[in-house]
């Protein structure tokens, strides 16, 4: 089964907003077995709309479109959806009394625009928005379907996750589907070109239907091996294995997961804790740690210390270290490193600190240089990075750098 | 003028990466006065790029594509665009000295893969990529253009800045076309089907050709006047003012810059300095505050005290205050935001303390629950906010909140 996603809104086409639903969405449908084949952005406009449904229904079984059910004069979708499929509006009292209940403390909404979105095309199922005012609307093009939802991220993801995922589940998805499969792992260390011609043995044995992608970001390379229907499981896992053995030296994580959940794993697994001192990342590291719920366990508090002045002062680096060393040196990383450890009382410290922009006094070619250090229970190591040239790019680059090497000291000390 | 953006790459089409190179190319065009009229995004596949060409090619002036430039085998944009425009790979000597060079210091990427990369389609006009080995490649398709670049967005950013906007501006683009111009005010306080009726008469009034745009998030509305070569600026400067005046009571910002952005700028302008406590926001309100260069000239520095022990050590907040209110209460909220102005040294500290998961012995009913402080030299405030349900959208209303909030403050207290 195959899927197209519509994504409307001028502000997508202005670039005033990135499309992010977009590869959430695609991720659930490829959880249920289906493929999304393209997705396409276009402006609040009827005829442009239009055109993009057609190509759609040439192509796939399922249309997905997100944005433009807003009470706004600008958000056109339902009624362009209702000229295209045939059919009018007419007032649905499930929305109407869902509309009234959610916004009952509110009496500045419940105005005469937000009294548009019970208006509801009369072909199309409804399903309850939960979060929102804007209904869920599916339309039926022969065996086809269109499913319409808003926008704003939230309502969206509550929207596929309790209306749309089941219902396509259910009515649309056949269940003889041969699944979509997805392994992924993670390597560092080794350029993406000589990891090529490292498994072009590999890659030559590869069944036609196997795909081999090389995702590589900040350092690392993520390696997806994916299978569109045309393998079983346990194939897969025959394949997967090998290219795990076939990476094994450069090889920092065998599933998709961000670091910094696998990092959170191993430090619940074995009762460990962490704080971080920051300087160049300004705080990235902590938040990257604390992003996910359950971090409490073991993440326990970040100094940023972006002044001198609180490196000095919270942090308790000398004055003297950083004049001798200047605040760009090993020396200040591990103090900063070791004094958040003791500072925050966890098992783990981790400190930044580097250049990310050529303003107050550096010069362009010490940007990108950042020192880090891990203080351990069993001592403090540190290392130096050239990270690139611009400054968002250093810093996301030394987080990872950070997680990586954390994961290689709690991996080589257990 | 107009484009379309065509992304390629399996690994937009499985979520495994959001597309944010889009929305940043779609700003740069509008800049230059081209309209980007769609963007779509197909898979590593022949058939599905070739077609997504021509069609793109009935429909627009320039065709801008991203991705499967890599040297390795899932990447096949190059070998696809010599098939569709007839022609062949030659070896390009300036690309390949370019290529040496980058890598001098790293012998084991100058390997045959790499190689392929100096394999240039002989058709095309082929532009230096300063920071990588896959060549920028213009095609001519009678007075049409395709560019092809790089899918790593700081590649990307530095080929448009670089190459691809001036070779547009220079050879494409007419210099009678009439500007694309867009202005943008943010509100806050006021729901969007509230602000439309507030907007009825002005919308009314507004001639064919000027459109306005709702765009809510995180609490915030922003307001988008848009018009496509239909309106001169002189024009567009006094429907901007009379919507400014319409929306005065609800007015937080003129432009479309992010607020930290503007928060930042004013602090500048004042000398003054900040400083964040943050318990729920896990230091993301610091992020932002440092996110952009020059920050150090504001922002001081953060301490994340995600364990009640770090806000009772570091921050000094007294462990009966927190057994008489909890630690999300209004009297540690202010605490934190007092300690931390004291402790950095700075004119204003802010706070978070929050709910931000249905973890560490909170019910799904208190989830959403931050009390939030701003303590200034003229003294402390704090307020009580209920965010939602959902993590990340918590913590980001939570940041927009803060700023929000300090914006107030210094616009009346200036």
Tied chains: 1, 2.
Excluded at 33 to 49: F, K, M
Excluded at 277 to 301: D, P, R
Excluded at 317 to 324: F, G, M, R, S
Excluded at 359 to 372: A, E, F, R
Aim: contains cysteine; aromatic residues 6%; proline residues 3%.
């Amino acid at each position: 089964m195959r899927a197209e996603i519509i994504t409307i809104g001028d502000e997508l086409l202005i670039g005033q907003v990135v499309d992010t639903n977009s590869a959430w969405m695609a991720q659930k449908l490829n959880e249920i077995g289906v493929e999304l084949y393209r997705i396409t952005s276009v402006h609040d406009e009827g005829e442009q709309i239009i055109s993009a449904l057609d190509k759609a229904f040439d192509e796939v079984d399922i249309v997905l479109t997100t944005g433009g059910l807003g009470p706004t004069k600008d958000d056109i979708t339902k009624h362009v959806l209702c000229d295209y499929f045939g059919t009018h509006l007419i007032e649905d009292t499930r929305v109407r009394s869902h509309i009234e209940s959610l916004y009952a403390n509110r009496p500045d909404v419940l105005n005469r625009l937000t009294a548009t979105q019970w208006m509801v095309p009369k072909a199309a199922d409804i399903l309850p928005n939960r979060v929102g005012s804007a209904p869920l609307m599916i339309f039926h093009h022969g065996t086809q379907i269109l499913a319409s939802m808003p926008g704003v991220p939230y309502e969206m993801e509550i929207a596929m996750e309790e209306q749309i995922l089941p219902y396509l589940q259910q009515s649309v998805i056949s269940h003889q589907h041969s699944a979509i499969l997805h392994r992924t792992l993670q390597v560092t260390g080794i350029p993406e070109s000589k990891l090529a011609i490292l498994l072009e043995d590999y890659e030559n044995a590869m069944p036609k239907g196997l795909h081999l992608a090389y995702l590589p970001k900040d350092g690392l390379i993520r390696l997806r091996l994916s299978s569109y229907g045309e393998m079983s499981e346990q194939e897969m896992e025959i394949w997967f294995e090998q290219l795990k053995e076939a990476v094994k030296d450069f090889l920092i994580a065998e599933t998709d997961e961000p670091l910094e959940v696998i990092v959170g794993r191993k430090l619940i697994e074995r009762h460990a804790t962490i704080a971080t001192a920051e300087s160049c990342t300004g705080g990235k590291l902590g938040v990257l740690l604390n992003k996910h719920a359950g971090s409490s366990a073991f993440y326990k508090g970040t100094i940023v210390s972006y002044a001198t002045s609180v490196k000095e002062e919270v942090l308790g680096v000398p004055a003297e270290l950083i004049k001798a060393h200047t605040v760009v040196s090993e020396e200040v990383a591990r103090t900063m490193a070791e004094s958040v450890r003791i500072l925050l009382n966890t098992n783990y410290g981790i400190a930044t600190t580097g250049i990310a922009s050529a303003t107050g006094g550096y010069t362009n070619d010490q940007v990108g240089t950042v020192w880090m250090a891990w203080a351990t229970p069993q001592g403090t190591y540190a290392e130096r990075f050239q990270l690139g040239k611009l400054r968002e790019q250093i810093t996301d680059r030394a987080c990872q750098k950070a997680l990586v090497g954390l994961l290689k000291i709690i991996n080589h000390k257990s």
